[in-house]
T-cell receptor, first 112, second 113 residues
Framework: RKEVEQDPGPFNVPEGATVAFNCTYS??????FFWYRQDCRKEPKLLMS???SGNEDGRFTAQLNRASQYISLLIRDSKLSDSATYLC?????????????FGGGTRLMVKP | EPEVTQTPSHQVTQMGQEVILRCVPI?????FYWYRQILGQKVEFLVS????????KSEIFDDQFSVERPDGSNFTLKIRSTKLEDSAMYFC???????????FGSGTRLTVV
């Protein structure tokens, strides 16, 4: 299994739809995870952190399933401005380095 | 909100030339990074820097690459003899705590011709 794996998409959804992305990771010892958002030719920006079973911030919900080694991102009531690439990011397991590993990203396109 | 700043935003260089990419991390951060992203591909780790030395580096970060933090604020990436395949967006990032995630700079687009 790749370290961090995502469906590249694109996911094409209408405004107002609910969409979910999954990400699988290989290191079972990883403790915390991140979702970053990246707009075309821009830097990744931190969207959400996931430390325990999940996290919710407005229309965005991130969930963690340690048994199956995947995290998900749910976006409710999609807006045109949500169109971007969503990157799943995994830190090292404790004391195993200090670099984050990025998935390839899932592209979301929200249409009017 | 504190920012990571990178200069220049775009650099065009001839193959074989040396380039220096500059970054000013957030002032109280402790860990500094360079990542790169070739157009259409994933964000790839190059090197991490902590306590004034390289703490990790990837296979990409070969002898052509070096990093410096010369004055306590700037953090530079030097590519000694650029190749066409070095063309990419180079992102600097910093963090106080790896488990809080990074803050990225807006990147330098390097084009080697």
């Amino acid at each position: 299994r790749k370290e961090v794996e995502q469906d590249p998409g694109p996911f094409n959804v209408p405004e107002g739809a609910t969409v979910a992305f999954n990400c699988t990771y290989s290191n079972s010892a990883s403790q915390s995870f991140f979702w970053y958002r990246q707009d075309c030719r821009k830097e990744p920006k931190l969207l959400m952190s996931v430390y325990s079973s999940g996290n919710e911030d407005g229309r965005f919900t991130a969930q963690l399933n340690r048994a199956s080694q995947y995290i998900s991102l749910l976006i409710r009531d999609s807006k045109l401005s949500d169109s971007a690439t969503y990157l799943c990011v995994v830190p090292p397991a404790n004391n195993a380095g200090n670099m984050l590993t990025f998935g390839g990203g899932t592209r979301l396109m929200v249409k009017p | 909100e504190p920012e990571v700043t990178q200069t220049p935003s775009h650099q065009v260089t001839q193959m074989g030339q040396e380039v220096i990419l500059r970054c000013v991390p957030i002032s109280n951060h402790l860990y500094f990074y360079w990542y790169r992203q070739i157009l259409g591909q994933k964000v790839e780790f190059l090197v991490s820097f902590y306590n004034n030395e390289i703490s990790e580096k990837s296979e990409i970060f070969d002898d052509q690459f070096s990093v410096e933090r010369p004055d306590g604020s700037n953090f530079t990436l030097k590519i000694r003899s650029t190749k066409l395949e070095d063309s990419a967006m180079y992102f600097c990032a910093s963090t106080l705590d790896i488990y809080r995630g990074y803050t990225f700079g807006s990147g330098t687009r390097l084009t080697v011709v």
